[in-house]
């Protein structure tokens, strides 16, 4: 891959990104530069990122944002620097977890035949991460693939996308546009590979190359596993089904009488989450304000798109 660029978001997890960078230290092939975009942190992040640009060790271009945008700006704000300095290839990811030795080859391997593609991760304990999914665009919901999806192939065709190690070309992020920040949290990255989707194939690879290193409380329903979560994202979960709407509105493929199934789907889900996780249902109060604020969304007839980022002569960041 020629001029790979890691683009790494993070906010008040110092610990973690100290951990993410010491991981590309010990790539043998490592991306030509780490863009590593900071939502404003109140913690020690920035003494983190002085001490490893000091050492010398990693290429890295430190920008601290005025104010907190959540995920969906941090990463909107990364691929727009990574594009303007000329990355061919973007590699998006989280603050907590680590990438494993021999990950950018293992990757390298599929990308003469695919633009977007996802390697596999393993969770806090060293185990497989669960991460199977496809977007039904009839319900706006994206459900888990159950069974052995690489029994037959090392290459799985999805449709969307996640921000823990998501591997793109330029050439397709200029296309299909900025990651939208109006998204704050979650959805945003489902969102960004269902839009690569519409365009190239996007395929989950069988080949670990991330480690997932922040323990979360989980139940095993077989099929699909249900993290812990927070009042916040409670909230923007249900809030931002008014942008998956408009996004499948944009595209003809919005259905209102199965949109509408699949928000009730995603409350049920998030009830579920709350009594079997986090043994309480005090967080429903944030799904009732997320869905208010998601009829907004919807009934907004201004809402546009991101747009395509035009092509232009890109420089270095400083």
Known sequence: MENL?????????????????????????????????????????????????????????????ATNVGGSGGFSRGVELALAAGAEWLWLMDDD???????????????????????????????????????VEALGVFLPVSGDVFRKSDVFRTNVGNFEGMLMTAALARSIGLPDPRFFITWDDLIYGWLAAQQVPVVYVNAFV????????????????????????????????????????????YNRLGFGAGTVLTYLKEMVRLVLVERSVKGAGSLWQGWRESRAILADKSWQPMPPVPAAAGREPA
């Open 5 to 65: 660029y890691a683009v790494v978001v993070t906010y008040n997890r110092a610990d973690f990104l100290q951990n993410l960078l010491g991981s590309f230290s010990r790539l043998g092939t490592r991306p030509y530069r780490i863009l590593v975009v900071d939502n404003a942190s109140t913690d020690h992040t920035g003494d983190v990122v002085s001490r490893a640009i000091a050492a010398g060790d990693l290429p890295i271009h430190y920008e601290r944002l």
């Open 210 to 253: 991330i480690k997932k290193v922040r323990a979360q409380r989980q139940v095993d329903l077989g099929v699909r596993h249900l993290n812990d979560s927070s009042d916040l994202s409670r909230r923007y979960v249900m809030r931002n089904r008014g942008h998956v709407a408009q996004y499948l509105r944009a595209h003809g493929k």
């Open 97 to 135: 977890v680590e990438v494993l030795p021999g990950a950018v080859e293992a990757l390298d391997r599929f990308t003469p035949d695919y633009s977007c593609l996802i390697g596999r991760r393993y969770d806090a304990a060293g185990k497989p991460f669960f991460w199977q999914h496809h977007f």
